[in-house]
């Protein structure tokens, strides 16, 4: 619930984004006028409860403003928050860290941590683990893992068990670095099944998941056999390599998208793995959500 993690967030005085409740769509226009006149170029209008983009909509605030959805209300009052991108008063974007979480009875355990791949909309496309700025910008590590630690023992609080992840906006302002909690996800996530596989596999690997949509169906077998022919396919205890993770077919069986892990030892062997597969026969087709 975005409402109530908000509130959180500000009880705990941590960073949360400018926002202003509107408690019912005629509430709208008067929130995004206010957050206009702070410098705000676009705006987000959040349900309190939503995932992969259903239950969020952004808005320009120098267009007129369409139509708001009823639906978006039907939880109760939403988040109406300024976008926070760098047509914002000298903000300059860092990344979109996000924590991998095990909720437990008796303990909360942070497993991994991705940067994720987002389309314009801000709907998961991918992750890549772990996030490349990291390495040279300790202090953005330390606080994202700092807040993701008191998200987890909230979600606790909260009563809930299971798989989780806590999404962040991180941006430079003022030259220093501020990290934003947008949401916590009470539930299996595009990249826990690529998080578990990739550290049961190989624990201190990086990896890249991508979701391809085929611009034709293909046979699954073909896509494997290509990708075991040119030396391409993951096998454990070997350096690298990709593994096909996610296979979704049409009415005939033929595979029409897929999601793919790819496992090495440093980011650029990803990225090598991703360009020598792209350059397959049987994987021709463009990124996608999940």
């Known amino acids: 619930n975005k409402f109530l993690l908000h509130k959180f967030l500000e009880e705990q005085s941590l960073p949360v984004f400018d926002t202003v409740i509107a408690h019912s769509v005629d509430e709208v226009g008067v ?3 206010e957050l206009k006149q702070k410098g705000y170029t676009s705006a987000a209008i959040k349900s309190q409860v939503g995932a992969s983009g259903i239950g969020m909509l952004k808005v320009s605030l120098n267009a007129d403003l369409g139509e708001i959805p009823e639906y978006l209300f039907h939880e109760g009052p939403c988040l109406v928050q300024g976008w926070l991108d760098e047509t914002f008063h000298d903000v300059k974007y860092i990344g979109s860290p996000s924590v991998q979480m095990f909720i437990k009875e008796d303990q909360n355990s942070l497993y991994d941590v991705t940067e994720q791949i987002l389309s314009e909309e801000s709907v998961h496309e ?19 893992l700092c807040q993701a630690e008191q998200g987890a023992q909230w979600l606790h609080d909260q009563g809930y068990r299971g798989t989780a992840s806590a999404d962040f906006h991180v941006v430079e302002r003022n030259n220093c670095p501020v990290v934003y909690m947008c949401e916590i ?14 550290r049961h596999f190989d624990g201190d690997c990086v990896w890249l998941m991508r979701n391809i949509k085929f611009s034709s169906p293909v046979k699954g077998t073909l896509i494997l056999s290509e990708l075991k022919e040119k030396k ?31 496992m090495g030892k440093a980011l650029q062997d990803v990225y090598t793995l991703l360009d020598r597969m792209s350059q397959l026969t049987q994987v021709q087709g463009d990124f996608d959500r999940d």
């Open 31 to 33: 929130c995004l006028k």
């Open 232 to 262: 391409l396919l993951y096998y454990p205890d070997s350096l690298g390599g990709v593994l096909p993770i996610n296979f979704n077919s049409n009415e005939q069986g033929a595979i029409v998208k897929g999601q793919f892990l790819f």
């Open 185 to 198: 996800n009470a539930r299996v996530t595009g990249a826990t099944y690529p998080s578990v596989l990739a």
């Open 126 to 144: 991918g992750n890549i683990a772990p996030p490349p700025y990291f390495s040279n910008n300790k202090k953005v590590k330390e606080e994202v």
